[in-house]
């Protein structure tokens, strides 16, 4: 059964309409307000929200707004969304290193 695109929008945006949240993997990790603070996007909701309060709105903040509308109507991926997010969140300078890139490597590359 095919569900119409309405019926994936987000409840304050159509009431009475159950939210469906939309994952992308790996998450994206943003920087918070607060010192220290992370934040790890990993839906396409989350990601339309931290969109909404940042300060630089360029051309990736931009395509990674329409991205993430596209993803909530079902045309466009999850992974599109997640790709966007994480160009804008670099170009807003919130953009953390991934937890996997922190951390030592076990095995070296010959």
Known sequence: MRTSPRSRLHPR???GVAAIMIWFSPAVPVRGERVGM???V???EAASEHLLQWEKRGPHWNKAVRVCIAAIAGEATPQEARRCFRLAAKEEGVL???LDDA???TRRSR
């Open 13 to 15: 945006l159509f009431k």
């Open 38 to 40: 992370r934040y790890m």
């Open 42 to 44: 990993s839906n396409v």
């Open 96 to 98: 953390m290193a991934d």
């Open 103 to 105: 951390s030592p490597r």
